[in-house]
């Protein structure tokens, strides 16, 4: 039945804002104000993360509240503190880093080939701050938790991807360690800006480099299997 104020249904009025009921109107507006929020924190994330990465640890809100192009206000009523948006940025960047390492869909070379790439060509882009949240022994709390799960879900990333290969390769039983030091090693930061400021290769060189020895590094392990 048709009201002046649109059209009525089981659950109450619907009308073009969603359908309106006794406790208020439901099913649009919550989900797109929910939706608006989520998108206004993913771009309040990426910037203060690229900001930090770029310039340090050591960035302030006035500046972090420039670079997303919204106000102090706007931070604050997102997160109670400049440490605890830090962190949150970076843990977002930890997200992504593993959301952007390819899934392994058969094709072991090449899609240890596909890992390699990715890992380095998202290594190359960390900047300072990056850095000084890895190698800081003075992180405030909250940056020092952050770091701390930071170390967890990388280890936890490189260990599937151990054991991913392992498998693939036609491995049983506990995947080695040695395949396990292999992959952490030659997919680390540390890696990438070794072949990058010390050899002054670029980062697909790293790769490239990479993909070789954790290659070798199975084989030699399939090789200990079968021998014993």
Same mark, same amino acid.
């Given at each position: 039945?048709? !009201?002046?104020?649109?059209?009525?249904?089981? #659950?109450?009025?619907?009308?073009?804002?969603?359908?309106?009921?006794?406790?208020?109107?439901?099913?649009?507006?919550?989900? &797109?104000?929910?939706?608006?929020?989520?998108?206004?924190?993913?771009?309040?994330?990426?910037?203060?993360?690229?900001?930090?990465?770029?310039?340090?640890?050591?960035?302030?809100?006035?500046?972090?509240?420039?670079?997303?192009?919204?106000?102090?206000?706007?931070? &604050?009523?997102?997160?109670?503190?400049? /440490?605890?948006?830090?962190?949150?940025?970076?843990?977002?960047?930890?997200?992504?880093?593993?959301?952007?390492?390819?899934?392994?869909?058969?094709?072991?070379?090449?899609?240890?080939?596909? +890992?390699?790439?990715?890992?380095?060509?998202?290594?190359?882009? &960390?900047?300072?701050?990056?850095?000084?949240? +890895?190698?800081?022994? *003075?992180?405030?709390?909250?940056?020092?938790?952050?770091?701390?799960?930071?170390?967890?879900?990388?280890?936890?990333?490189?260990?599937?991807?151990?054991?991913?290969?392992? /498998?693939?390769?036609?491995?049983?039983?506990? !995947?080695?360690?040695?395949?396990?030091?292999?992959?952490?090693?030659?997919?680390?930061?540390?890696?990438?800006?070794?072949?990058?400021? *010390?050899?002054?290769? #670029?980062?697909?060189?790293?790769? /490239?480099?990479?993909?070789?020895?954790?290659?070798?590094?199975?084989?030699?392990?399939?090789?200990?299997?079968? #021998?014993?």
């Amino acid at each position: 039945m048709e !009201t002046s104020r649109g059209v009525e249904t089981s #659950r109450g009025v619907e009308t073009s804002r969603g359908v309106e009921t006794s406790r208020g109107v439901e099913t649009t507006e919550r989900p &797109f104000a929910e939706a608006k929020r989520q998108a206004a924190m993913d771009h309040v994330l990426t910037a203060t993360r690229r900001l930090a990465v770029a310039r340090g640890l050591d960035i302030t809100m006035d500046q972090i509240a420039a670079a997303a192009g919204v106000s102090r206000r706007t931070l &604050f009523r997102l997160f109670d503190s400049r /440490e605890r948006l830090i962190g949150a940025a970076f843990a977002a960047g930890m997200a992504n880093y593993e959301h952007d390492l390819p899934a392994y869909e058969g094709g072991l070379e090449h899609w240890l080939r596909a +890992t390699c790439e990715a890992a380095h060509r998202m290594n190359a882009s &960390f900047g300072p701050g990056y850095w000084e949240l +890895t190698s800081r022994a *003075d992180l405030p709390p909250d940056l020092a938790e952050t770091e701390h799960k930071r170390r967890q879900d990388r280890r936890s990333a490189m260990s599937r991807i151990s054991r991913t290969l392992w /498998e693939a390769a036609g491995g049983t039983g506990d !995947t080695p360690d040695a395949l396990s030091a292999a992959v952490g090693a030659h997919l680390s930061a540390h890696f990438t800006a070794a072949v990058m400021t *010390d050899v002054g290769k #670029r980062w697909q060189a790293a790769a /490239e480099l990479a993909h070789d020895a954790i290659l070798a590094a199975l084989h030699q392990q399939m090789m200990v299997t079968v #021998r014993s």
